[in-house]
């Protein structure tokens, strides 16, 4: 007996339905879909509830499907195989979410708490001195998939990276949300705010050649860089 794990990314009309198919024990519950949402109902009873499942990110190289999901009990990354195979969590030690594949896919970047990372680790991170962010809670994690080490990268969310894999753009902390684009290599942080883009900007993505930034919020906005 076999049980199907129907994996949905419905988050916007415009994006497409991604489905998995995997092999699981038959001890192991069925995730089904709507359309919109996951539920997750256990093998030996139809009693269905909510399953948290978040932005499914296919990897261009490695051949992986990055997402987010509760079904262990907490937040976690996870990664699959498009033929539903391989079915492994990529942060069995924090929580996280909002799950993105570099170009290369040898890397992840994602949310977590910076109570994920030691005191040391937090306090190397790029921080511009126009911001006051030394409340802040939520970091960009990067995962190297090759080696599995996790190290913090930025105060933010919603990283996005460069299609070259050096740099990541992102929402920074803070009352007024703006953009903020870490290069990797030199650990040097530069903030896009305003005149550049309107005040609570989120959910930057760069252009495939990378020299343009699409920014969300009212109106949408575009960057050269």
Request: with cysteine; charged share 25%.
């Amino acid at each position: 007996m076999r049980n199907a794990v129907a994996l949905a990314c419905g988050l916007a009309s415009a994006m497409s339905l991604v489905t998995v198919l995997a092999v699981e024990p038959v001890a192991k519950p069925v995730a089904v879909s709507d359309g919109e949402r996951i539920k997750l109902m256990a093998a030996e009873t139809p009693e269905q509830k909510q399953l948290r499942v978040e932005l499914a990110d296919l990897a261009k190289k490695g051949g992986k499907i990055y997402f987010g999901s509760n079904m262990d009990g907490a937040g976690r990354i996870y990664g699959i195989g498009p033929d539903g195979s391989g079915l492994e969590c990529m942060t069995p030690t924090m929580e996280a979410s909002q799950a993105h594949a570099s170009a290369d896919g040898k890397k992840l970047v994602f949310d977590t708490s910076a109570k994920s990372f030691s005191k040391e680790e937090i306090e190397k991170l790029p921080v511009d001195p126009v911001l006051k962010r030394n409340s802040a809670s939520v970091v960009l994690g990067v995962l190297d998939i090759g080696t599995k080490k996790i190290v913090p990268v930025a105060f933010g969310d919603n990283g996005q990276w460069h299609p070259d894999g050096k740099k990541i753009c992102y929402n920074t902390e803070g009352a007024k949300r703006k953009i903020g684009i870490v290069d990797l290599e030199n650990k040097v942080e530069k903030i896009i705010g305003s005149p550049e883009v309107p005040a609570n900007c989120m959910f930057p993505k760069f252009s495939p050649d990378g020299k343009w930034l699409l920014i969300g919020g009212y109106p949408f906005t575009l960057v050269e860089l």
